[in-house]
């Protein structure tokens, strides 16, 4: 049982914590009291994870994505060329840290190719205009046969949400004769602070 005495500017002393075992920093520390701990008010809680189904998406301006579907999918059927569909990222907060992507579905190929490229962007609000960038671009996914998609892409450097923007999944589909695609989520992880 912790009891505290009065709180310091964003600070809490507490006079004392019953615990068997604490980690400090990196240091482990097992006694049976701890006294005089300083707690900050900021708590990083890391690798956090969002999932973003494809079905919260819409079709970019290059058509060829179906997801009139009943499975929250969205497919590409074969013979489509640079198909585009956007994945709004949700649920983050300024100062978030964006760690790594991952991209779940499937690739169905009868010996002809059919690719996948996702980049996590970021808009910014700007009087002129909003501006548009490329935050991590995945590996190009290149197959010539069945594959299950499962690509994890890390941010480089990690990124920092800032105030104005927003961020969103630019996915891009090219199929070739008898080849499709099926994407079912796209995850997120992140470091909050």
């Known amino acids: 049982m912790a009891t505290t005495s009065q709180p ?7 006079q004392s914590i019953a615990a068997k075992e604490a980690t400090i920093g990196n240091e482990t520390v097992t006694t049976s009291t701890i006294q005089n ?3 900050s008010n900021s708590l990083t809680r890391n690798n956090i994870t969002f999932q973003y189904p494809f079905r919260t998406g819409t079709e970019g301006a290059t058509g060829g994505f179906d997801d009139a579907n009943d499975t929250g999918t969205a497919t590409v059927p074969a013979s489509q060329t640079g198909s585009t ?6 649920g983050l907060k300024q ?3 964006l760690q790594s992507f991952f991209l779940s579905g499937q690739l169905e190929s009868a010996g002809n190719t059919a690719t ?15 501006t548009d960038a490329s935050v991590q671009a995945m590996t190009q996914v290149s197959k010539t046969a069945d594959y299950l998609v499962a690509e994890t892409t890390n941010v480089a450097g990690g990124h920092t949400v800032i105030a104005g923007e927003s961020l969103y999944f630019l996915v891009t589909v090219t199929t070739a004769a ?8 796209i995850s997120l992880t992140v470091n909050q602070v």
């Open 178 to 185: 008898n080849t499709d695609v099926d994407l079912q989520y």
């Open 95 to 97: 100062g978030d840290i």
């Open 85 to 90: 569909f956007c994945v709004p990222i949700t």
């Open 8 to 14: 310091g500017a964003g600070a809490t002393p507490f």
């Open 116 to 130: 996948i490229d996702v980049s996590l962007r970021a808009t910014t609000a700007a009087a002129a205009d909003l």
């Open 37 to 39: 701990l300083t707690v």
